[in-house]
């Protein structure tokens, strides 16, 4: 199925798709998309994938996604990444005023990760968590 041709397509991307045709008939050429278009485009994430945005408005998908990564202010990982997303909270504020912090992981074949840490830790738990969550069995 050729996302450019999806009907039924939120009425949103509809929107900014046609803002990027008209702006394609009127460019000239070697002129750049304005801020004004890549707001409009960034702003369709997380509600649409940046492939699907992408390829609906015909934009390169590794400036999107370095576009949305700087608004966002997240490590490129964590836009295509299940598992970073669905871990993402913020540790620091969580263990900076308790004497000890523990994070147990479980996955569905039985492996378990426990982290203990006393006092602040120097420690990238996200980092940590990641790597038990991808590792190869």
């Not at 649409?48 to 370095?66: C, H, V």
């Not at 006092?119 to 940590?128: I, Q, V």
């Amino acid at each position: 199925m050729d996302p450019k041709n999806i009907t039924g397509v939120s009425s949103d991307l509809n929107k900014v798709k046609s803002a990027f045709e008209a702006w394609r008939k009127t460019k000239t050429k070697g002129s750049r998309i304005s801020q004004d278009l890549w707001k409009q485009a960034i702003a369709l994430y997380p509600k649409f994938s940046i492939g699907n945005i992408s390829t609906t408005l015909s934009l390169s998908y590794t400036d999107l996604k370095k576009r949305v990564e700087n608004k966002i202010g997240k490590h490129s990982s964590s836009l295509n990444d299940p598992v970073a997303a669905l871990m993402a909270f913020d540790f620091s504020s969580a263990c900076s005023s308790v004497s000890e912090c523990v994070v147990e992981m479980e996955d569905g074949n039985g492996a378990k990760m426990r982290l203990c840490f006393k006092g602040k830790t120097d420690f990238d738990l996200l980092e940590l968590g990641k790597s038990f969550w991808m590792r190869r069995s």
